[in-house]
T-cell receptor, first 115, second 115 residues
Framework: AQSVTQLGSHVSVSEGALVLLRCNYS??????LFWYVQYPNQGLQLLLK??????LVKGINGFEAEFKKSETSFHLTKPSAHMSDAAEYFC?????????????FGIGTKLQVIP | KAGVTQTPRYLIKTRGQQVTLSCSPI?????VSWYQQTPGQGLQFLFE???????NKGNFPGRFSGRQFSNSRSEMNVSTLELGDSALYLC??????????????FGPGTRLTVL
């Protein structure tokens, strides 16, 4: 079985401040990990993904995430928040389950950026 | 490649009616997943179809059903609509195979309002 926990359904940061969105996962097999972003009235789009290799993954719009196996975490960060970063962010895990890759999403974290 | 398309984009129904939503995946993608998104419950998995077979199912009542056609297009149906079915319904397609990370590509969603 696999699961994803996103700590904090709502996060507020000031413009220019560090963005940190937390994601912890559970998987009995090596997982692939994703962050997706959803802007208002749109579908989700991929921000970044971890497959294998380098544990620090860089994505679009200046976001990055670090895979920490020992902590079963994949937190999303951005050094300086911009107003356009206001959106909902979803962490997801993809892992082999019964011969195919099963995908599980977290409940999402809404990011508010305060001017 | 054209993205995932969903029709209709907006729908208003009354309690007790039924509704059918359509999803056309990215060309070559044989897996289609459906999600329900509401402010209170977040993103919830409904079901996944692969090669016309339901591969995985979330915890929703039998009023929610789906199918997939030979061209990978998928439909979901909700019968006897309830007020609580008002939500954004998202469809996602993905390529399955090779054992690699399964990135999902989302459509813009269908906004269903039940009055």
């Amino acid at each position: 079985a696999q699961s994803v926990t996103q700590l904090g359904s709502h996060v507020s940061v000031s413009e220019g401040a560090l963005v940190l969105l937390r994601c912890n996962y559970s998987s009995s097999v090596p997982p692939y990990l994703f962050w997706y972003v959803q802007y208002p009235n749109q579908g989700l789009q991929l921000l970044l993904k971890y497959t294998t290799g380098a544990t620090l993954v860089k994505g679009i719009n200046g976001f990055e995430a670090e895979f920490k196996k020992s902590e079963t975490s994949f937190h999303l960060t951005k050094p300086s928040a911009h107003m356009s970063d206001a959106a909902e962010y979803f962490c997801a895990v993809s892992a082999n389950s019964g011969g195919y890759q099963k995908v599980t999403f977290g409940i999402g974290t809404k990011l508010q950026v305060i001017p | 490649k054209a993205g995932v398309t969903q029709t209709p984009r907006y729908l208003i129904k009354t309690r007790g009616q039924q509704v059918t939503l359509s999803c056309s995946p990215i060309s070559g993608h044989r897996s289609v997943s459906w999600y329900q998104q509401t402010p209170g419950q977040g993103l919830q998995f409904l079901f996944e179809y692969f090669s016309e077979t339901q591969r995985n199912k979330g915890n929703f009542p039998g009023r929610f059903s789906g199918r997939q056609f030979s061209n990978s297009r998928s439909e979901m149906n909700v019968s006897t609509l309830e007020l609580g079915d008002s939500a954004l319904y998202l469809c996602a397609s993905s390529h399955v195979g090779g054992g690699g990370a399964r990135e999902q590509f989302f459509g813009p969603g269908t906004r269903l309002t039940v009055l």
